[in-house]
């Protein structure tokens, strides 16, 4: 009789369901457990259209339970809440359940300073209740009579594209409307730190035609229920959006094994963590070196890497030893609500509209399900 294989992944986002997906096909000798306290995974990088109105919500979303019911998967709706030894994940109910090898491929969350009143009054975009409720929001600030302030902390892809995409929202306002104001902070001297001045740059000026502020070097300072401070000025009738990075979940933060900055833990050129033979991290929960530096959150990487985990966890129950992953950049976009994106693609430059396109493209390609690839295309072509 042939020995049942328990594997248990942490996290039902790009890098999960990439996983299971080849360990279902793999083997029935497999005991899949998803562990993911959400009903339903999220395409984040098309949060933007919600806010701006183009895509419906219900289209980024990927029911767990059924695609897991559908591939035999045990899918457990709790949240993992640290690991006992070598072969026990304990949850959030104070339950736990034991495993032979496992995978962490639960994600980030949004980086906010302290506990303070910015953490109180701040908004986020990392969900999809976050996306309509910051609609709802500009919604009522494009039909109120007062002037409205938006401050979108972060002058990097996401803060440009909720910026656009909130500007994309009040392109057809009632006159007899109070003015929008819309800024970028950045604190740093440029805004998209990292991206070569031929692509920041284009960017940049996209949002000021947009009528969008850009402010770079500057911060937020105090933040109260009436107004807050943006570079020594006190700004009232104002939504905060904080975009100013994402760190690692608090499971995750948890696990004693080395981490970066943003608390991804640091793992061996196979995934695996150090010196833990049978568990592996993918995703943005993973920090991968290549080249001295820390391949980026990506969904390209977060698939690739979960495939790659379940083909080494496939190998392992084998006898065959692991292998190394490979990273494989096809390229980045900053894509704006005017229709227009910048980056790289294929190690060539794009821009403008083809550079659109292309985001559409590969979002529309990397979309869990036809049922949800159909819907954004209906969505993007007749609204």
Known sequence: MRKIIRVAVVGGGFAGISAVRRLAAASSRFELSLVDPRPDSVFLPL??????????????????????????????????????????LLLDDGSRLDFDYLLLCAGGRPRLPGEGSISRIARTLYGIGDAEALAARAAAAAAGPEPHNFVVVGGGYTGFETATALAYRFRRRDSRAGPISIRIVEAGPAVLGGLPENIAAPVRREAERMGIEVLVSSGVGEVREEWVEVGGERIGDFTLVWSAGVETVDFIQKIESPRDRQGRLEVEPELRLPGKERIFAAGDAASFSSNGKSVRMAIQFSLSQGAHAARNIIRGTEGKPAVAWRPCDLGYLVPLSSGKAWGVALGRRVGGRLGSFLHYFMCVARSFSFSNRSGIVRDLMFG
């Open 47 to 88: 949060l933007p259209d919600v806010v701006s109105g183009r895509i419906r919500p219900g289209r980024l979303l990927f029911p767990l339970a059924p695609f897991c019911r559908k591939l035999g998967i045990d899918f457990i709706r709790r949240r993992a809440a640290g690991i006992e030894g070598e072969d026990r």
